[in-house]
């Protein structure tokens, strides 16, 4: 990944944004994330080929890394070498398509699966989710421990994922990870420069 001093990575959800998406994503930007993965599932190819020229634009602007997600395709034919895989995809790329690429991420939900994404060549793995969260209300959180032995058990770069917050993000740094990824709170936020600066310092 580029040099950034933050550790936080922002993942999208333009269902969650109450603000204009365009909008959003240049204020959290310009705020200097680690990255942002833009990830819009529910999109069909051309959909997601359209927002990413615009998303990769923005993040140009601020020198912030994009990440696309799933769309192995609309990453080949923009030329962007950046790309969030789910395991399952990440399982079917073939070498060829992996030298394609200069990072490759995945997110992972067991010590099995983060062990199989590394030797599948994953450059990082997204571990969760850690803490309760709206966007898995159904879902027993893993919690801290769950991402210790993650960490334990992979050399690659590890991010925690869900339910991040001000108040216990100092709770998954102390685990040793390499940085968090927050989503709701980036597409819900009114403030973004508030935001980040609180979730940096840890401070409610």
């Given at each position: 990944m580029t040099i950034c001093?933050?550790?936080i990575i922002c993942i999208t959800n333009r269902?969650?944004?109450?603000?204009?998406?365009?909008?959003?994503?240049?204020l959290i930007a310009q705020n200097r994330p680690k990255a942002i993965i833009l990830r819009e599932k529910d999109m069909d190819e051309n959909e997601y080929t359209s927002l990413s020229k615009e998303i990769i634009s923005i993040c140009?602007?601020?020198d912030v890394m994009c990440i696309l997600h799933s769309f192995?395709?609309?990453a080949i034919t923009?030329?962007?070498d950046k790309i969030h895989l789910p395991l399952p995809?990440?399982?079917?790329?073939?070498?060829?398509?992996k030298k394609i690429f200069s990072l490759i991420g995945t997110s992972c939900h067991s010590i099995d699966e983060a062990k199989e994404a590394q030797k599948l060549g994953a450059d990082y793995i997204i571990a969760g989710h850690i803490f309760s969260t709206d966007c898995k209300k159904d879902l027993k959180p893993r919690g801290t421990e769950f991402l210790k032995e993650i960490i334990e058990n992979v050399s690659v770069p590890v991010?925690?994922?869900?339910?991040?917050?001000?108040?216990?993000?100092?709770?998954?740094?102390?685990?040793g990870t390499s940085g968090v990824c927050v989503m709701s709170g980036f597409m819900k936020c009114n403030d973004i420069a508030v935001f980040t600066e609180?979730?940096?310092k840890g401070e409610q």
């Open positions: 001093m933050s550790d269902k969650l944004c109450h603000n204009d998406f365009y909008r959003q994503i240049s140009k602007e601020h192995t395709a609309t923009l030329g962007h995809l990440l399982r079917s790329l073939t070498p060829e398509q991010y925690a994922i869900g339910g991040i917050s001000p108040g216990n993000i100092n709770m998954v740094r102390k685990c609180k979730l940096k």
